[in-house]
């Protein structure tokens, strides 16, 4: 057993450092380069000497091997650098959009988790029904329609149209809100990309549940479980649900590890203060520590994920608990 | 175990959606700011044109004392300092807010006193001295004295900043005698020298700034400006709250808000809704006719500097052949992109680079669009298509290339668009190529060095305003020493354009710098380094009943410190 999970730290270290290599050469392999950012607005003034020393400053000016060496070597002293950009160390950058990122992209995880399982079993449990062919046209067209799309559409209704919901921001810029006002803001602020994310999030959870549902709908011990006499419920809940939750937990497993990386175009849209904004501007300001630590924490969080699912399966599924790990 | 936790979490789901759309959509009716304007839109139903001046300026004056202006803007523009605000516009004009400058540029970019009453050049145009005003202060009391003028100057040619350090390598020495005499003597004349430094570069505290090793790190904003730096959020907004004792007098605006607004079409939005005041935006030309048709919001025009060009590759053939970039540059038909791309939200571009609302402009006979003419000019020089496949071509060379344009730009795409198509009857066959910025950035100008040399036939190109707000920057954009010729992108070589450069960069007396700006404007347009395609118009949209006071500086935009006051007015 120790031999098992030592084996499955290893794997674990291994995905980890690829990742870590990985984010620390793509960004390094894209065109352009951090000094317009490095060097300010009239970077064309500067003579070649200058540019060496503000390259030199951060040490990008070392071959790419001494670079890679540093970076892993501050990694693992726990320093995730310098933004070139904001002046601020990379931790507190990502703490201070973390909340936001966290507070939006996770209430949606829950939000269309909840929504999309709930109606998914519906479906599955009336297939056929004119209840499922709407449901299941109304989330291929939710899956296809752009979620850039869905948000203008929402800020044009109900931000212009029908002034109800603000259109940008976290907070009211300026605002001084505290106690329950201020909690009033952040959830006014929040609604209309809470729904934006979720109405986008909603159709892949609800149709993996429903093909799931329906599969195991059509097992032979469910037609046994209805032909005992138990109650409609007790065979949807206990008997069909249970057994159709290991591919809904993969996905939502995936969806969670997602989430930290931010919902990158519904926080542009709306000009929400997460970490997708954030990684985004860094991709395009060429800001290489924001990167690697943004890309890091995505990293850790889709391995933390895994193992929860790997954790989780054996309880979902007892077949998986003879393997072991 | 499944069951008895999936129950609870079934009996929970409406309960906590009734929460959510309570909690959110409850709060609307009571107090948000959203809902003011709406109420007064129905009322003017029948000419707005007509209403609008007699409501429009009995509020002003009443509105701002009670809401503080909110004027979107873009990004973050980091901590505000003269070492971490971000881009030129706006953050240079929210640095302005808090900052001041020695000389200042009125609404026609000409400089004027400003912390600096006086400044007299001596006839060699070596030493420049100025008379501070005496009643400046700092935010935090202190007095603003010569002082600080002198250090602000030595700190920014010792410590490196991409803006305000090269225009001191003129500098050779800085005396300040009395605290408010500050004279400065020059290696050589520099015929722009009031607009950079002394109308760009910021005065900074003596008293706060001593000592720094890292400036970046210098997280004060005291400075002596219209506004203090009250409010910081990262991501979010800055706030600025007015400076009552400035010795311009209190601005008029007591509080403005600046929220980062980081996609276009939520800006406007917001903008309609009533969320925020103003933009530093200029809307884009689709949503002109749109904006002037809405009563509550009114709209600044005037001319923008930033300015679209067609660069060539000039060390590359064939458009190295003055002939061939000529014959491009007469059968572009600059009116077509500015009615097709802009709307009509355009200034056709002059040739010889300077815009016609320029100082400096002076070539009113630029040849117009001829097709007719651009062919004549290529069978004159032997380019003809010699094996039919509708591209000319001479000793071998054909004229075909690609034309490198930022894909995430619809006008600059649709410009490089139209001129392929445009230029196929001439027998010039370019292939559009849309690429991500950094590899256009990449291929053009690599590492935004000139002196690394060039990658590409053509490329589709934009250079901000403040290029064309200092006449003289025109000599970098054709000098072919890299060390002048910063901006000369398609490495232009031509003896005589650094004949003209060489000379104006040491010219004193005015007549003989415009005289200057003139032969090297007839020489761009003859040899044609890049085309000029147009100057995007500014359409800067606002509501009055917020505050009307909003100056349009020439080439700029309307967000700038003379907005706020009244000394600078027109």
């Known amino acids: 057993m120790l031999r098992l999970l030592l084996a499955r730290a290893a794997q674990y270290l291994l995905v980890i450092w690829a990742a870590v290599t990985l984010n620390f050469l793509l960004p390094r392999l894209m065109p352009g380069s951090p000094i317009g950012l490095l060097a300010g607005e009239e970077v064309g003034q500067l003579t070649a000497e200058e540019r060496a020393e503000l390259l030199a400053e951060v040490g990008l000016d070392a071959p790419l091997p001494v670079q890679y060496a540093r970076y892993l070597g501050s990694l693992i002293r726990g320093d995730f650098g310098y933004s070139y950009q904001r002046n601020q160390p990379v931790t507190e950058v990502i703490l201070q959009r973390l909340p936001w990122t966290l507070l939006l992209s996770g209430t949606s995880l829950v939000l269309a988790t909840v929504i999309a399982v709930t109606l998914g079993a519906a479906a599955a449990w009336r297939h056929g029904s004119r209840g499922d062919l709407t449901l299941v046209s109304v989330s291929l067209v939710l899956d296809a329609l752009p979620s850039f799309w869905i948000g203008m559409l929402l800020i044009a209704i109900f931000a212009v149209e029908l002034p109800l919901f603000p259109s940008f921001g976290a907070v009211t810029a300026g605002g001084r809100y505290e106690g329950w006002a201020y909690v009033r803001d952040v959830g006014r602020h929040m609604f209309l990309p809470l729904v934006t994310l979720t109405l986008t999030n909603l159709s892949a959870t609800l149709l993996t549940t429903r093909s799931a549902m329906l599969s195991v709908l059509g097992a032979e011990y469910i037609v046994t479980a209805r032909a005992k006499g138990l109650r409609e419920r007790t065979v949807l809940f206990r008997h069909a ?19 930290i990386g931010g919902a990158t175009v519904v926080e542009t849209v709306f000009s929400y203060p997460g970490l997708g904004r954030l990684t985004y501007d860094a991709v395009l300001q060429r800001d290489y520590p924001v990167l690697q630590g943004a890309f890091l924490l995505t990293t850790l969080v889709v391995v933390a994920a895994n193992l929860l699912l790997d954790l989780v399966y054996p309880l979902l599924d007892p077949r998986i608990r003879r393997g072991a790990l | ?475 970098g954009l054709v000098h072919s020493d890299p060390t002048i010729g910063t901006l000369n992108i398609g490495g232009f070589k031509n003896a005589e354009a650094d004949r003209i450069g060489d000379a104006w960069r040491v010219t004193v007396d005015e007549a003989e710098q415009r005289a200057l700006a003139g032969e090297l404007e007839a020489l761009i347009a003859a040899e044609l380094p890049f085309v000029t395609l147009f100057y995007e118009d500014g359409n800067y949209a606002f509501r009055p009943t917020a505050y009307d006071g909003w100056i349009y500086q020439k080439g700029q935009g309307t967000f700038s410190k003379l907005s706020f006051l009244s000394a600078l007015r027109p």
């Open chain 1, 241 to 259: 649900f249970r057994n159709a939750l290991p591919p809904i937990a993969t996905l939502v497993g995936l969806n969670l590890a997602f989430t």
């Open chain 2, 1 to 475: 175990m499944v069951r008895s936790r999936m129950r609870p979490l079934w009996r929970l789901l409406p309960l906590f959606l009734a929460l959510v759309l309570v909690a959110c959509g409850g709060a609307p009716q009571t107090g948000a700011p959203p809902a003011a304007p709406s109420p007064a839109a129905p009322e003017p139903t029948s000419a707005p044109a007509a209403d609008a001046p007699t409501v429009a300026p009995e509020p002003t004056s009443a509105a701002p004392a009670t809401e503080p202006l909110r004027v979107a803007i873009v990004g973050d523009e980091g901590t505000l300092t003269p070492y971490t605000y971000q881009t030129g516009y706006p953050g240079w004009n929210m640095l302005n807010l808090v900052y001041d400058t020695l000389l200042i540029l009125d609404a026609d970019n000409l400089p004027q006193p400003w912390l600096a009453e006086r400044h007299t050049i001596s006839d060699d145009g070596l030493i420049h001295t100025l008379t501070l005003r005496d009643d400046v202060t700092w935010h935090d009391g202190r007095p603003l004295t010569s002082a600080d003028v002198k250090f602000s100057y030595e700190f920014y040619k010792a410590n490196r900043q991409s803006r305000w350090t090269p225009p001191m390598g003129v500098i050779t020495t800085i005396e300040a005698p009395d605290a408010t005499t500050v004279v400065m003597t020059l290696a050589s004349p520099s015929p722009a020298f009031a607009l950079q430094p002394l109308a760009d570069v910021p005065i900074i505290p003596q008293h706060i700034w001593e000592g720094a090793t890292d400036p970046k790190a210098v997280e004060s904003t005291v400075g002596s400006g219209p506004y203090q730096l009250a409010e910081y959020v990262p991501e979010q907004f800055y706030r600025f709250t007015a400076n009552a004792s400035y010795f311009a007098g209190a601005p008029s605006v007591p509080e403005i808000i600046t929220p980062m607004i980081s996609e276009p079409n939520t800006i406007f939005a917001a903008l309609r809704s009533g969320e925020i005041d103003a933009t530093v935006r200029s809307l884009p030309p689709e949503l002109v006719s749109d904006f002037e048709g809405n009563a509550e919001l009114a709209l600044q025009k005037g001319p923008g500097y930033a300015t679209n060009l067609l660069q060539f590759n000039t060390e590359r053939a064939p458009w190295d052949k003055a002939a061939v970039r000529q014959a491009i540059s007469r059968a572009i038909n600059r009116q077509q992109l500015i009615d097709t791309i802009l709307l009509g939200q355009g200034t056709v571009g002059n040739p010889g680079w300077f815009h016609p609302a320029s100082p400096v402009y002076q070539l009113t006979d630029a040849p117009a669009f001829d097709l007719a003419a651009a062919q004549a000019i290529l069978d004159e020089a032997g380019y003809a298509d010699g094996d039919g496949d509708g591209v000319r071509e001479a000793d071998g060379t054909p004229l075909s290339g690609e034309l490198l344009v930022y894909a995430n730009n619809p006008i600059r795409l649709r410009s490089a668009e139209l001129i392929a198509a445009g230029l196929e009857p001439l027998g010039v066959r370019l292939k559009v190529t849309a690429i991500d910025p950094d590899s256009v950035d990449a291929k053009v100008w690599p590492e935004f060095d000139v002196a690394k040399g060039r990658d590409f036939d053509l490329a589709m190109w934009n250079w901000s305003a403040p290029v064309q707000i200092n006449p003289l920057r025109a000599v």
